[in-house]
């Protein structure tokens, strides 16, 4: 799915949450938003999503524009808001129930697809059963399903331990590299965005405006390794510089 942002602002009332934002995303791209807490990150990935809407400007899916909630979207939150009386494959399944389809048809799908995120010894278990990266796994499976062209990710990794978190970020890779459908993550990470992503838009403080734009040309698959690779270090002190120069973060504590 190809994202074409021209103006697209988002006001509350009175406060101004983003500021317009002009920003095409291509189709297969995957695209890492990072910036300082409250500059709108994720109000940004809602009007994405069709959530909530513009109040200026103009988001465009494919050539149309967004007026509503996209149908052919998957989204993962920080946390995998699973039911907890059904079973993985019962939680991947409860996407297209709710679209009104009957579950049988997409049975062999959703079961590929845990077995894609490393969970095919795990369809029958409940959420109290798995660990947080595995009901993570089961959320990303879940948003799938239905083969969208567009995922969007808000801070998906942002509750896990950093050990889980860096095998998270592997195995996304892994499964977009297989699919290469357009890909919106949002991270407070600036080591995540880098490692995920062909392009960082880099926000500033609210209202949220973009920074920079910056191209990652670091190889792929990009294993535990890229860490070492001198673009990822170039870039991470590119973007560390940026949020340096304006006050977000500070060389040391006084």
């Not at 939150?77 to 389809?101: C, K, S, Y």
Request: neutral net charge.
């Amino acid at each position: 799915m190809k994202l074409d942002l021209a103006g697209a602002g988002r006001w509350f009332d009175q406060l101004q949450a983003v500021a317009p934002l002009d920003l095409s995303v291509a189709d297969g791209e995957f695209v890492a938003i990072v910036g300082p807490s409250g500059c709108g990150k994720s109000t940004l990935l809602r009007m994405v999503a069709g959530l909530i809407p513009v109040t200026e400007g103009e988001i465009c899916a494919n050539g149309k524009p967004v007026a509503g909630p996209l149908a052919d979207l998957g989204m993962v939150f920080q946390q995998p808001v699973l039911l907890d009386w059904r079973t993985a494959i019962g939680n991947v399944l409860f996407q297209v129930e709710m679209r009104g389809h009957r579950p049988g048809p997409y049975r062999a799908r959703a079961l590929e697809l845990l077995a894609q995120v490393g969970l095919q010894d795990f369809a029958d278990a409940y959420p109290h059963q798995l660990s947080g990266g595995m009901r993570q796994r089961v959320a990303i499976a879940r948003a799938l399903l239905h083969d969208p062209g567009l995922l969007v990710m808000d801070e998906p990794f942002g509750a896990l331990d950093a050990l889980t978190r860096e095998q998270m970020r592997v195995d996304l890779e892994a499964l977009w590299l297989r699919r290469h459908m357009t890909v919106v993550f949002v991270t407070h990470s600036v080591d995540e965005a880098v490692l995920l992503s062909d392009r960082v838009v880099v926000m500033s403080p609210r209202p949220g405006k973009i920074d920079r734009v910056l191209a990652i040309d670091l190889p792929r698959p990009r294993g535990l390794a890229a860490r070492r690779h001198p673009e990822f270090l170039r870039r991470e002190e590119e973007i560390t510089d940026i949020f340096l120069a304006r006050g977000i973060l500070r060389r040391q504590v006084v």
